[in-house]
């Protein structure tokens, strides 16, 4: 019985490095209107890996963050995700990524 507790363990501590669960500090979201003075640096988008009325809003944060992680990684530090109209299924993430 301590080995499955013991795999779950080292898989969510292993999970606790991946952006995808804690985010990217180094690169922060704004609106359009609060980039035009920005250098476009690359549109990205993400599709998330889970649906559904339990982890929806788990698979957007995830992919959000994967969204900004590639950002910092093509020298951005500002992001502007496309708006969602409130309440539908989010099954692309996209975003336009900024030099500021």
Do not use: W
């Not at 013991?6 to 991946?18: H, K, R, S, Y």
């Not at 309440?87 to 336009?96: F, K, N, P």
Request: one cysteine or more; a negative charge; aromatic letters at 6%.
């Amino acid at each position: 019985m301590k080995s499955p507790i013991l795999i779950a363990t080292v898989l969510a501590l292993a999970g606790c490095d991946d952006p995808g669960f804690r985010g990217v500090p180094e690169v922060r979201t704004a609106t359009a209107a609060e980039v035009g003075s920005c250098r476009l640096i690359s549109h990205i988008s993400m599709t998330p890996a889970v649906y559904g009325p339990v982890l929806a809003e788990q698979g957007v944060r995830y992919a959000r963050n994967k969204v900004m992680e590639s950002a910092r990684a093509d020298g951005a530090n500002t992001v502007v995700f496309e708006q969602v109209e409130p309440g539908a299924d989010v099954y692309v993430v996209r975003a336009q990524a900024y030099s500021c």
